[in-house]
């Protein structure tokens, strides 16, 4: 009998430490965009966030490749890896970006989820670098509160979404859970003092398949639905291509993506409490700030959501070709250089 070749063997315990990072930023991404972007978790039934969990698990395999893939560590890219991170969930995740198309495409999806995919993975790094907290750091945990709090509060009260007040507990019970169960993850499943590559993070050939067969039924079960029309699941995947050409102008030599930074892994809880703690009581207090569903504070972050989702692709691409062009002049400056010794 022939003999397996090497690279169709499928050894899955050495890659168990890794697929434990992939679901800590899997458990990551589902509470922030299932909860603090509230996209209706109340509606979720509870055999739902088993299924949820493994599907933001699979799109935390797919966004952790693609960052070492691509090299990602600078706002442009991170922008892109946000982007991308957010049509893969709009298509496979959240069919309430269908509704009125393309307005909430860039509000609940590159708006939302755009910015709860680069908030995630900054999180997840910041916790398992084990450095400690700058400024910016509890600042960007009170930007995050106060879009929770007056999200949660203004959203739903509009008469074209049709969920109905969000109790301020019920908002609290959910995000209490999650953040608890989160920070259980990171004690029980971190690792600690422990030398992580890289190149570990990115996807063996079997691995791929794990992480794309969930998400790829949940698109055809939305379309059987009919919760995906054709249209706008095509002008997404249009738009996902797009962010993998652009991707491609990042990449350069040796550079190392923002993964780096947790290459010698040692969790330090602290930050993710005091992270907590901040979003929480900031979120709580911002809730305070919602009156009814024209409140103007409302009204104003709707726009702020709605620029940033309108914006972020566009922004990225001229950030990424900027810098790309800026390093092939300095590499063309290096080689007339050369040229004239």
């Known amino acids: 009998m022939a003999q397996t070749t090497p690279q169709f063997r499928i050894d899955v315990r050495p890659r168990l430490p890794i697929w434990g990072l992939r679901l800590l930023l899997g458990a990551v991404l589902l509470t922030f965009s299932e909860v603090v972007m509230w996209q209706n978790p109340v509606a979720h039934r509870p055999f739902d966030w088993p299924i949820l969990l493994i599907l933001y698990v699979a799109l935390a395999a797919i966004m952790l490749d693609l960052t070492v893939r691509f090299q990602v560590r600078d706002p442009g890219s991170m922008l892109l890896i946000g982007t991308a991170y957010a049509l893969i969930h709009a298509a496979a995740l959240n069919p309430g970006v269908f509704v009125s198309f393309p307005v909430t495409l860039l509000v609940r999806g590159l708006g939302l989820q755009t910015a709860a995919g680069v908030y995630a993975l900054l999180l997840f790094v910041i916790v398992m670098r084990g450095k400690q907290l700058v400024p910016w750091?509890?600042?960007?945990?009170?930007?995050?509160?106060?879009?929770?709090?007056?999200?949660?509060?203004?959203?739903?009260?509009q008469t074209a979404v049709g969920w109905g007040l969000v109790p301020l507990a019920t908002a609290q019970t959910y995000a209490v859970i999650l953040l608890v169960a989160v920070g259980l993850l990171f004690f029980f499943v971190g690792p600690r003092f422990r030398v992580i590559r890289e190149k570990q993070f990115e996807l063996l050939w079997w691995e791929r398949a794990v992480a794309i067969v969930p998400l790829f039924i949940a698109v055809l079960i939305g379309m059987v639905?009919?919760?995906?029309?054709?249209?706008?699941?095509?002008?997404?995947?249009?738009?996902?291509?797009?962010?993998?050409?652009?991707?491609?102008?990042?990449?350069?030599?040796y550079d190392p993506s923002i993964l780096a930074e947790i290459m010698f892994a040692a969790p330090n809880l602290i930050n993710y409490v005091a992270f907590s703690v901040v979003f929480f009581v900031t979120g709580v207090l911002a809730y305070g700030l919602i009156v009814d569903k024209d409140?103007?504070?409302?009204?104003?972050?709707y726009y702020v959501v709605l620029g940033f989702g309108t914006l972020a692709l566009p922004t990225a691409s001229v950030l990424i070709f900027f810098t790309y062009l800026n390093r092939r002049s300095q590499e063309k400056a290096e080689e007339d250089a050369e040229g004239d010794d």
């Open 137 to 157: 750091h509890l600042l960007g945990a009170v930007a995050i509160g106060v879009l929770w709090g007056v999200w949660l509060h203004w959203f739903p009260l």
């Open 225 to 253: 639905q009919n919760l995906i029309p054709i249209f706008p699941l095509l002008v997404i995947i249009a738009m996902g291509a797009y962010v993998g050409w652009a991707l491609n102008f990042q990449r350069y030599g």
């Open 295 to 301: 409140t103007l504070i409302g009204n104003i972050l």
